[in-house]
């Protein structure tokens, strides 16, 4: 499982680092947690849980506690509301316009862009067996389980790929265990 772990972790950092192609700008890595909880984090916490309950009837959202991570939901208040990250990772962006930031979590990671003057979200990747999707599905689900949830995996598919609204799922198999669980934005 920990060998799991790295890979994904790595991919994961790999797919921020090289989606641009040859740009020369490396990212920038820190392990600075924001300070969490208080009353005004519990406030923000709640708006930002009601603005990404709405997206969450149109689309897949990735769930942790109370909070509900929506695709494309601006991310400074779900960062504030997850609490302290185990790091960051931040690189100029070839999808969009400034720069894509990673926190990562326990578990998972939150994937974020610049739009504008503010972040949104961009992707959710679960890296164990600790967090699960809203349906009950980790990375060590058999098949049978993603099914009973989401729907029949084509025969011979190492992969289930879904969209609703602006976010697509995919989930990887391997050996018919679910190996990968990744949110992102769709693209149309």
């Given at each position: 499982?920990?060998?799991?772990?790295?890979l994904?972790?790595?991919?994961?950092?790999?797919?921020?680092?090289?989606?641009?192609?040859?740009k020369?700008?490396?990212?920038?890595?820190?392990?600075?947690?924001?300070?969490?909880?208080?009353?005004?984090?519990?406030?923000?916490?709640?708006?930002a849980?009601?603005?990404?309950?709405?997206?969450?009837?149109?689309s897949?959202?990735?769930?942790?506690?109370?909070?509900?991570?929506?695709?494309?939901?601006?991310?400074?208040d779900i960062?504030?509301?997850?609490g302290?990250?185990?790091?960051?990772?931040?690189?100029?962006?070839?999808?969009f316009?400034?720069?894509?930031?990673?926190?990562?979590y326990p578990?998972?990671?939150?994937?974020?862009?610049t739009?504008?003057?503010?972040?949104?979200?961009?992707?959710?990747?679960l890296?164990?067996?600790?967090?699960t999707?809203?349906?009950?599905?980790?990375i060590?689900?058999d098949?049978?389980?993603?099914?009973?949830?989401?729907?029949?995996?084509?025969?011979g598919?190492?992969?289930?790929?879904?969209?609703?609204?602006?976010?697509?799922?995919?989930?990887?198999f391997?050996?018919?265990?679910?190996?990968?669980?990744?949110?992102?934005l769709?693209?149309?």
């Amino acid at each position: 499982m920990k060998k799991l772990r790295v890979l994904a972790l790595t991919l994961s950092l790999l797919l921020v680092a090289t989606a641009c192609g040859n740009k020369d700008s490396a990212g920038e890595s820190t392990t600075a947690a924001p300070a969490s909880a208080g009353t005004e984090a519990a406030k923000e916490t709640t708006e930002a849980g009601t603005e990404a309950k709405a997206a969450a009837d149109d689309s897949w959202v990735f769930k942790k506690g109370d909070v509900t991570i929506a695709m494309d939901a601006p991310s400074d208040d779900i960062i504030k509301a997850l609490g302290s990250y185990q790091n960051t990772f931040e690189a100029p962006s070839c999808a969009f316009d400034g720069m894509d930031v990673v926190y990562s979590y326990p578990g998972y990671d939150v994937y974020a862009y610049t739009a504008g003057t503010e972040k949104k979200i961009s992707g959710v990747v679960l890296r164990d067996d600790t967090v699960t999707t809203p349906e009950g599905i980790f990375i060590g689900s058999d098949q049978a389980s993603v099914e009973k949830a989401y729907g029949k995996v084509e025969d011979g598919a190492n992969n289930l790929t879904l969209k609703k609204g602006n976010c697509q799922l995919l989930i990887i198999f391997k050996d018919g265990v679910v190996s990968s669980i990744q949110y992102s934005l769709a693209t149309e």
